[in-house]
Every structure is written in C-alpha cells, then in structure tokens.
T-cell receptor, first 115, second 114 residues
Framework: AQSVTQLGSHVSVSEGALVLLRCNYS??????LFWYVQYPNQGLQLLLK??????LVKGINGFEAEFKKSETSFHLTKPSAHMSDAAEYFC?????????????FGRGTQLTVWP | DAGVTQSPTHLIKTRGQQVTLRCSPK?????VSWYQQALGQGPQFIFQ???????QRGNFPDRFSGHQFPNYSSELNVNALLLGDSALYLC?????????????FGPGTRLLVL
C-alpha cells in the first residue's frame, strides 16, 4: 500500500511570505500525485495534480508543486501567502497502472497566515 | 452543472444504531468512492463503486456497506455504530476515462455518534 508523509502538521507564515508544504511518498514506482485543500466545514478541492510530463505543475490560486523522483517528493509552494490561503492541505497519491483510482492521503498540514 | 452532492450535511446517532448516507455524483461521472475523515486525520478510503458493484475496499469492517444505483448515485450504510465512527464522510466521483486522474469531492456528511 502507498504511504504519504506530510512533514509538519502545522505551518504558520506571514501574509506575503513564501508558503512551503512538504510531501513525500513511499512507492518505488512514481504514483499520480495530488494536492487538495480543505476549508473549514467543507469538502476537498483539487489544487493541482501530476500525472505525466513537466515535473513543475501549476495549480489554482497561485500554487505550484514540483515532482522530484529522486527525492520521492511533491512539495507545494506559493510565492506570496494571502490570508485566504489559510486552510488544511492534503497531499494524496494513487497507483500508476492501477485501474482503481483509490487515493491515499497524508495526515494534512494546517496552514495559518498571519496579517 | 452541479458538483458532487451529499445528504444529509450533519447527523447525530447513538451507539448501536444504523445510518445511511447518500451521494449524487457530478454529471457524467459513473464511479463513486467513499472516504472517512476522522478529526485531525486525512481521508481514509472505504470503498469504490462502479457499474453498481463494489470494485475495491479499504480496511473497514463489514459493518460498512454500500450500494450504487443505475443513475450512479450511491449510499453508504454503517451498522452497529461505534463512537469511533464519528467522522466526516466524503464522497468522490470521477470520469470513466480519467478515473486515474481526478476525483471530485462533495462537501461531506458529518456524523456524530453519542
């Protein structure tokens, strides 16, 4: 089974500062990779995904993530944090080559943005 | 175009009771997956339905069962509720050709077991 590790359950940044949320996966075969965001009392919204091609992926709301096979990582970044970015962020993977599409999630990182 | 919808939004039950949660997938989607998100945790896969059959199941007991209807909507049933079943239950749907790529999530049903 896949394993996803998100380093840091809580990250705090000032408005305008760089956001860096870390994600590592365990599979020896690179999986499909996803970042989802969850605002309070809401479901999950897809921020971005990597399936194939360019390893730097741009998503919504100014976020981007880079797939690094050698580091088995898919860290999420945003150059300048905004107050509206405060939310919980989940990294997820699914098996490449599987027909099932099951997602394996990390435990999440709560992002706080200070004014 | 309506996204994934779930009902009810909130539910309170007592231990030992049974509960049914409902999900309508995004238009054009035929695959529905259910996830349980306990407080402070990431979502955990319960099972997935495709063509009215359970296609894969996560590490959940048989108390958790489901159904998919011909219109692709789905139900999650939990019997003999335990306190530990308190969680946000999320439904996700996906396109048949792109099930590997993107799952769209509903807002969830928050279940509290007393």
């Amino acid at each position: 089974a896949q394993s996803v590790t998100q380093l840091g359950s809580h990250v705090s940044v000032s408005e305008g500062a760089l956001v860096l949320l870390r994600c590592n996966y365990s599979s020896s075969v690179p999986p499909y990779l996803f970042w989802y965001v969850q605002y309070p009392n809401q479901g999950l919204q897809l921020l971005l995904k990597y399936t194939t091609g360019a390893t730097l992926v741009k998503g919504i709301n100014g976020f981007e993530a880079e797939f690094k096979k050698s580091e088995t990582s898919f860290h999420l970044t945003k150059p300048s944090a905004h107050m509206s970015d405060a939310a919980e962020y989940f990294c997820a993977v699914s098996d490449r080559g599987s027909t099932l599409g099951r997602l394996y999630f990390g435990r999440g990182t709560q992002l706080t943005v200070w004014p | 175009d309506a996204g994934v919808t779930q009902s009810p939004t909130h539910l309170i039950k007592t231990r030992g009771q049974q509960v049914t949660l409902r999900c309508s997938p995004k238009s054009g989607h035929d695959t529905v997956s259910w996830y349980q998100q306990a407080l402070g945790q990431g979502p955990q896969f319960i099972f997935q339905y495709y063509e009215e059959e359970e296609r894969q199941r996560g590490n959940f007991p048989d108390r958790f069962s489901g159904h998919q209807f011909p219109n692709y909507s789905s139900e999650l049933n939990v019997n003999a509720l335990l306190l530990g079943d308190s969680a946000l239950y999320l439904c996700a749907s996906s396109f048949p050709e792109y099930y590997q790529e993107t799952q769209y999530f509903g807002p969830g049903t928050r279940l509290l077991v007393l």
